[in-house]
Structure formats: structure tokens, C-alpha cells
């Protein structure tokens, strides 16, 4: 079914918005399958699983960094597409089942080994990184292409954000019911809960598939060549590119360690839940950035949200056993990370542009998949790895009462840690300022 949005475009309209919908379903596909792994991996590998701490830190970090340089070869296979459907809108179709097949391996939990542990883990891990890559890639590399309006582009960056959210609030917020609901043990309960989202996410990226439509198809593919000479000179995107690293550091840093804090440190390990529900405060920052954006430059409001997120971070460490104080803090965090998760999205649209204004190449595949797929899989790999280097230092053990250091481990991986990383990041965007005055030569 060919979908509107060319048409729309075309004639000067919006975009209908059941095609709005459809490219926001993607990101909520990805958030159903990719937030469960990135904040329940690690306790699912120790505490489920049954894999040393140490052992579980080494397949996050060593994964991550090996299939984050998969996203530029995921880039370049997507600027030399050149289908009937489109240059990234394809990938969804072939790539949806094998993303769902991996995810639910991963959470097979299958007798075996301590060796044979790390192996299946490791190898699961990193295969599922891949066909996430091969679906992820392709959201951000399609958006300069659905629309040539600066504003229609916003309102499908900001609604496919919104789509992210939902997909993050179910899984974040429901995933600990799910495992107790459908099944009769811990391992039961994650296979299953991995079964039903896994079999959600392919009917999402399907629908996507059938109801969005590119309007700036290359006549031919881009060579691998001429992929990389768009990133020539190309600085809006290096410094984008390492400010989204330190957002998914901070991110994957405060998420990972969430449920070892409310078990550990406070005791009520379901609060974790009520934490990740309050994410959705995400969405005050998403739904702002349209009209912020009218009236203050994105660079500005980019650095606001990493700042804003990095304070509600350092709160965190002095709520002490205030469940209260502690919602209020992560609330706070959330609406700062709602606005640092999207607006680098949208950016990068622009330094495509950038790209092909300064070298005479639009290479969306390549620079989209380095400024998303490889920003996000290296920042929440070494986000999430940290923490476990610290716990693990710490003499960290699973299911036991755990000493002060450990407990100051904890605290530290959710508060310091990421407000760190935030602060640099919010620093790193200032670098863009004057590369954004020049946006309306550039249009």
C-alpha cells in the first residue's frame, strides 16, 4: 500500500496523519525490544540468568563495541539501496523477524555451563545488537527523505519520539508484572514476556512498512566512497555525533542499575516499575520542543536538556530513602533526557543537509546511522558497562545482602555517574552554535 506522505509533500500539505502514525510505530517497536535489554540485561544476566557480574560486564561491553561498527556498514549498504519500496523503508520488512528471533533467544535461558552461559549470552547479545542496527538505522536515515519541510520534520521526529516513549513505558514499566504474569518461574516468564513483545514489534515494523513512502529516492545507490566524503568537513555532525554518545552513557548508566538501587539500597524492588513509569515525564520534553524551537536555538535547548537531566540526576543521591523525593528527582531527570533523547534526531536531518551543501553528496544512510545506531549502541554499551565494573569492584553479589561499598556503588552508577556524563555532553553542543546560523543558507 503506497502511502500518502510523497502526495502530501508534493502538494505543499501536512502530512496525513495515519502516516505520522506509521513512522512513529517504528520507534515504539524498537523501544519495545531495545529498553528491555538495556534496562534489564544485566540484572537478567545475574540475577535470572545466573552469569557472574563480571562475566555479564564483559558481554555488554565487548558486544557493544563490536556491533557498534556495524552501524556504518549498515549505512553504507542503506545509501547503495536502491528498491522499489525506497532506500531505508525496506529494512523494516526484512529485517523485523530476524530482530524479534534474536531478541527472543536471548532471553531463552538455556541449561547450560558457566561457559556455555557466557557464550549464549555473548552471541545472542550481539546478534540482536546487529538486526538492531538493520531496523534502527533506517528511522533516522529515512526522515530527511520523507519530508523536505523543516516543520513537517520536527512534527515526525516529535511524534515518532512520543512513539518511542510508549514503547519504552510499556516494557520499562510492565516488564517485572509480565515475567510474573506469564510465567511459573523467572526463566519461564522472560522467554514468554520476550515471545509476546518480540511478536508486537514485527506487527509495528510491518505496519510501518506498509504506510510510509520516501519522496527523495536516490536515481541510484551512493558508493561507499562517497558515503564517507559527506562527512567531509561535515562538523554539526562530529560534534552531534559524540554529544548523543554522552546522552545514552548518562542514559544507560541511570537505567541499568535502577533495579539494583530499589532492591539493594531501598528494599522494595518493585518500586523500579514506578521509576520507569515516571519516564513518561519524557514526553513534557518532546511536546515542548516544537514550540521551543520557534523561539530559542535547538543548540540552546539541547544543552538545557542535558543540564536539566544531569540535575535531576545529582537529586537522586540526596533523597536518601525518600520514595517521594526520589520520584520527584527522576521526574525531573525525564522530561531533561525527553528533550536530549529527540532533538539529536531531528539534528541530524540537518547535517545531511549540511553534508550535501558542503560536498554535493546526501549520504543520509551513513551519516544517520553513525549519528543514531552507532551513538546509541556505544554509549548505552559503555553506560551500562560501567556500572557493572564499579559493582563488581565493589564485591557485588547476586541475591545476598550486599556491604556498604557495593550499596555506595549503586547509589554513585545512578546519580553521579550519569549527571557526568550529561554535563559534558550539554558542554559538547555549544561547539554546534555556529554552525546553526548558517541553516537558513544552507535551506
Not at 534496562?39 to 563490536?66: E, H, N, P, Q, S
Not at 556498514?73 to 542503506?78: A, N, P, S
Not at 568537513?233 to 554518545?245: H, K, M, Q, T, Y
Not at 539529536?344 to 553513525?370: C, H, Q
Amino acid at each position: 500500500m503506497k502511502s500518502q506522505i510523497a502526495k502530501a509533500t508534493n502538494s505543499g500539505k501536512k502530512i496525513p496523519f495515519h502516516s505520522v502514525l506509521a513512522y512513529a510505530s517504528t520507534d515504539c517497536a524498537g523501544n519495545l525490544l531495545y529498553t528491555t535489554v538495556t534496562t534489564f540485561i544485566l540484572y537478567y544476566f545475574t540475577d535470572v540468568f545466573g552469569l557472574a557480574v563480571a562475566a555479564a560486564g564483559k558481554i555488554l561491553l565487548a558486544a557493544r563495541i563490536l556491533d557498534a561498527f556495524d552501524a556504518p556498514v549498515w549505512g553504507f549498504i542503506i545509501d547503495h539501496t536502491h528498491s522499489k519500496y525506497g532506500q531505508s523503508r525496506p529494512f523494516w520488512l526484512w529485517m523485523s523477524i530476524p530482530f524479534a528471533i534474536f531478541f527472543i533467544l536471548m532471553f531463552m535461558s538455556p541449561n547450560l555451563s558457566a561457559t556455555g552461559k557466557f557464550w549464549w549470552g555473548l552471541i545472542t547479545y550481539l546478534l540482536f545488537g546487529i538486526c538492531y542496527t538493520g531496523v534502527g538505522t533506517p528511522i533516522s536515515s529515512i526522515l530527511p527523505n520523507l519530508s523536505n519541510d523543516v516543520d513537517e520534520r520536527m512534527k515526525l521526529n516529535s511524534t515518532r519520539s512520543i512513539g518511542g516513549m510508549i514503547g519504552y513505558f510499556i516494557t520499562a514499566t510492565f516488564t517485572l508484572s509480565f515475567v510474573q504474569f506469564f510465567g511459573h518461574n523467572p526463566q519461564s516468564g522472560w522467554r514468554n514476556t520476550a515471545i509476546i513483545l518480540g511478536v508486537i514489534a514485527v506487527c509495528l515494523l510491518m505496519y510501518a512498512f506498509f504506510d510510509t513512502h520516501e519522496i527523495n529516492k536516490p536515481k541510484k545507490g551512493i558508493s561507499i566512497i562517497s558515503s564517507i566524503k559527506a562527512a567531509k568537513s561535515n562538523w554539526p555532525w562530529f560534534i552531534l555525533v559524540l554529544v548523543f554518545i554522552f546522552y545514552w552513557l548518562g542514559n544507560a548508566s541511570r537505567t541499568s542499575v535502577v533495579v539494583y538501587y530499589t532492591q539493594y539500597k531501598l528494599g522494595v524492588k518493585d518500586f523500579a516499575s514506578i521509576l520507569n513509569a515516571l519516564v513518561m515525564f519524557q514526553i513534557i520534553g518532546m511536546v515542548a520542543i516544537p514550540f521551543l524551537v520557534k523561539k530559542f536555538r535547538r543548540t540552546y535547548i539541547l544543552m538545557a536538556g542535558m543540564f536539566l537531566a544531569a540535575f535531576g540526576q545529582i537529586l537522586i543521591f540526596f533523597t536518601g530513602h525518600s520514595l517521594v523525593g526520589l520520584s520527584i528527582a527522576w521526574a525531573i531527570a525525564s522530561v531533561g533526557t525527553g528533550i536530549s533523547v529527540t532533538l539529536p534526531f531531528a539534528m541530524l536531518a540537518d547535517t545531511v543537509d549540511y553534508g550535501e551543501w558542503k560536498n554535493g553528496i546526501r549520504a543520509s544512510g551513513f551519516l544517520t546511522a553513525i549519528g543514531s545506531s552507532f551513538a546509541i549502541k556505544m554509549g548505552s554499551g559503555l553506560g551500562g558497562w560501567a556500572p557493572s565494573v564499579l559493582l563488581a569492584h565493589a564485591g557485588y553479589k547476586a541475591n545476598a545482602v550486599q556491604n556498604a561499598a557495593t550499596l555506595s556503588a549503586i547509589k554513585f552508577s545512578i546519580s553521579w555517574l550519569p549527571a557526568i556524563f550529561f554535563i559534558i555532553g550539554g558542554l559538547l553542543i555549544l561547539l554546534n552554535l555556529k554552525f546553526e546560523k548558517q541553516d537558513k543558507e544552507i535551506k
